[in-house]
């Protein structure tokens, strides 16, 4: 992604930002079992473990490892300020949290991490990217360490990824979005650059991940897993 279209694309979330937990909710289907299949797989048997969220956004997913490990140190990185100016509303008063505003593929992490997560912000790098991010995150694990990715994937077919658009577009439509808030979304998906299922397999165990393994998987929605 050239920098005018990060650029571009970061104002898209900043003025979507104050919506943008509502309209996620009804736009990503099967919502609660997506986020709750990530959720469920956050799990060390470590009481206080070091979390990463890479593309955090307005915490929403934060919040669900929050409350699974309410005694982990959280550090929230996003491109967007009006995100994580959310997030940080939403997480007032809590000593364990670090927001950083920042281009995940630049920012060095800082240290080694017990879990790092992302979800719908990856799909937007170019693929160079997205190899070359998942070694890093690999390298900021500690051992043992788990990376979750809930994310979109490209069909691995023009078949089958026409099949991914209709469904999803279909999803959209039935949301009963203000129109306003649909051309926003739509406008976002412009920027979409997913890879198939099978690049990113491919890249997380050349990253050196273990486990590597698909744990949910409707149409080019996907949960990605793999372990230091």
């Known amino acids: ?55 955090a956004g307005t915490g929403l997913l934060t ?79 500690k051992p043992d360490g788990i990376f979750l990715n809930a994310d979109q994937v490209i069909g691995p077919s023009p078949y089958s990824e026409n099949i991914y658009k209709e469904n999803w577009l279909e999803v959209i439509d039935n949301a009963y979005l203000q129109e306003d808030d649909k051309k926003i979304i739509l406008e976002r998906m412009e920027f979409d650059n997913p890879a198939t299922l099978e690049d990113n397999i491919k890249w997380l165990k050349k990253a050196g991940f273990n486990d590597v393994d698909v744990y949910y998987k409707y149409y080019n929605f996907v949960v990605l897993y793999g372990r230091k």
């Open 63 to 141: 919040h669900l490892l929050w409350k699974k490990h309410p005694q982990a140190q959280f550090k929230l990185v996003d491109m967007s300020q009006e995100m994580l100016n959310i997030a940080k509303n939403r997480f007032s008063g809590q000593k364990n949290f670090e927001y950083v505003n920042n281009d995940y593929l630049k920012y060095d992490f800082g240290g080694l991490f017990d879990i790092i997560v992302s979800s719908l912000s990856i799909h937007h790098l170019n693929h160079e990217n997205i190899e070359s991010l998942y070694q890093k995150v690999y390298d900021h694990l």
């Open 1 to 55: 992604m050239s920098d005018k279209d990060q650029n571009l694309l970061r104002k898209k979330f900043d003025d979507a930002a104050s919506d943008y937990d509502k309209n996620r909710k009804t736009i990503i289907p099967n919502f609660e079992v997506y986020y709750r299949t990530l959720i469920e797989l956050a799990d060390l048997k470590i009481d206080n473990p070091r979390i990463l969220d890479l593309g």
